[in-house]
């Protein structure tokens, strides 16, 4: 996650996650297509809430779930990638 969203949801508050350092390393194919693109500063989202009931949670089928506040919140800052489902319990 990049620093500016974490900052974000620090403002808003979350449950369900924390973060952490994080090492990035870039491979060689990603040197070679995306030569100049600057990767931002990221952190590690560590999620351990529960999905349907925090802000963050880890679903059975291993996806992400996320509260639609929270989801409000990363969507101002563009989320250009992403795609989005309801969660079901």
Do not use: C, Y
């Not at 900052?7 to 973060?19: E, N, V």
């Not at 600057?38 to 590690?44: A, D, F, I, R, T």
């Not at 999905?51 to 880890?58: E, T, Y």
Request: zero cysteines; proline letters at 4%.
């Amino acid at each position: 996650m990049t620093e500016e969203a974490k900052r974000a949801l620090l403002k808003a508050g979350f449950s369900g996650a924390r973060f952490a350092d994080v090492e990035i390393t870039i491979s060689d194919n990603f040197r070679d297509v995306f030569s100049s693109v600057k990767l931002p500063p990221l952190v590690w989202l560590q999620v351990d809430g529960k999905a349907g009931r925090d802000d963050f949670g880890i679903a059975s089928n291993l996806h992400l779930v996320m509260s639609e506040r929270i989801l409000d919140v990363l969507d101002e800052l563009g989320l250009p990638l992403a795609s989005f489902k309801p969660f079901d319990e």
